[in-house]
């Protein structure tokens, strides 16, 4: 599986990016996909998750950290994840990485070890 995050960038404090994540595999439905981050000198950090829960039903999850402020979605169809972060802070400032989860063993999402394959991260910087 190869993961490929877009849409980081500079953006000021306040203001909104949508993050993907394009994902190969054919049963992308299946997987439970994720985003963490890592800051400068410090452990990366989960930031959300959608599990697959069986046929249609999709369980969302999100660091308290971001509730409120973040979302994580998917579109099956497109193979892609997305983080809609909005009213960004310059403690948001990371690199994200895209996550995903093929053989659904771990049940915390929340552990970078549920994850067995790692996108190439894209680096989000928010100015105050």
């Known amino acids: 599986v190869q993961l490929q995050a877009s849409g980081g960038g500079l953006v000021q404090a306040g203001g909104s990016l949508r993050l993907s994540c394009a994902a190969s595999?054919?049963?992308?439905?299946?997987?439970?996909m994720g985003w963490f981050r890592q800051a400068p000198g410090k452990e990366r950090e989960f930031v959300g998750a959608?599990?697959?829960?069986?046929?249609?039903?999709?369980?969302?999850d999100i660091a308290d950290s971001v509730k409120g402020r973040f979302t994580i979605s998917r579109d099956n169809a497109k193979n892609t994840v997305y983080l809609q972060m909005n009213r960004l802070k310059p403690e948001d400032t990371a690199v994200y990485y895209c996550?995903?989860?093929?053989?659904?063993?771990?049940?915390?999402?929340?552990?970078?070890?549920?994850?067995?394959?790692w996108g190439q991260g894209t680096q989000v910087t928010v100015s105050s």
């Open positions: 996550v995903a989860d093929t053989d659904r063993k771990n049940a915390d999402l929340r552990t970078t070890l549920a994850y067995d394959y």
């Open positions: 595999g054919r049963t992308f439905s299946t997987y439970n």
């Open positions: 959608v599990r697959w829960s069986g046929g249609s039903t999709y369980l969302a």
